[in-house]
């Protein structure tokens, strides 16, 4: 068997246990391994792209969103597929003979705030991307939700009381021909 349709088929299978999930995010090839290291965009880059997240690569600008160094922003130095880490400048750890080395952080506890768009595949995958509808911004989604929610709240509401009252007057008549029989 060809080993391009192995893979065909491998992915063809989708599996929710999480012993294989982890086996095969781990025993994936280095060129898979490429979507595993998508990181969100800031809202500028949201809206100007139209696109949620993308995949980080040298070069980018991202702020880090989890952990002991939250909030800081930094260049991305490096990128270990086989770890599946990366490495941000400035942010280093001290080894007990005073050496800095640059501290791993998972690409998917930062955001990117500024795309190294200097290759033009990087470009065309956005265009292609992107080619979907216009994201808005969060302030008219929520303004559009609120405006949406209580007249579905209401709809339901409806539709459960004239379902109560259908069942009461149901025990209600039968509570009579009860009576009538006695």
């Known amino acids: 068997m060809p080993q391009a349709s192995l893979y065909r088929e491998l992915e063809a299978v989708k599996t929710t246990k999480p012993r294989k999930q982890h086996k095969r995010m781990y025993q994936a090839p280095l060129h898979r391994r490429y979507k595993h290291f998508s990181a969100h965009l800031s809202l500028q880059l949201k809206a100007s792209h139209n696109t949620n997240s993308i995949p980080v690569r040298v070069g980018d600008t991202v702020q880090i969103m989890r952990g002991d160094r939250k909030g800081f922003e930094g260049k991305v130095t490096g990128v270990d597929r086989k770890k599946y880490r990366?490495?941000?400048?400035?942010?280093?750890?001290?080894?007990?003979?005073?050496?800095?080395?640059?501290?791993?952080?998972?690409?998917?506890?930062?955001?990117?705030l500024r795309l190294n768009l200097d290759d033009k595949r990087r470009k065309e995958a956005l265009k292609r991307k992107s080619s979907g509808e216009k994201v808005e911004s969060p302030e008219e989604t929520t303004?559009?939700?609120?405006?949406t929610r209580p007249i579905k709240k209401q709809r339901k509401r409806r539709k459960k009381v004239s379902r109560q009252t259908t069942v009461k007057t149901e025990k209600h008549k039968l509570t009579k021909k009860v009576e009538k029989d006695a």
């Not at 303004?143 to 405006?147: D, G, R, T």
Request: neutral net charge; without cysteine; hydrophobic residues 30%.
């Open 143 to 147: 303004a559009k939700e609120s405006e």
């Open 86 to 112: 990366i490495s941000v400048e400035g942010v280093t750890r001290e080894k007990v003979d005073g050496t800095a080395t640059p501290t791993p952080i998972h690409p998917s506890k930062v955001r990117i």
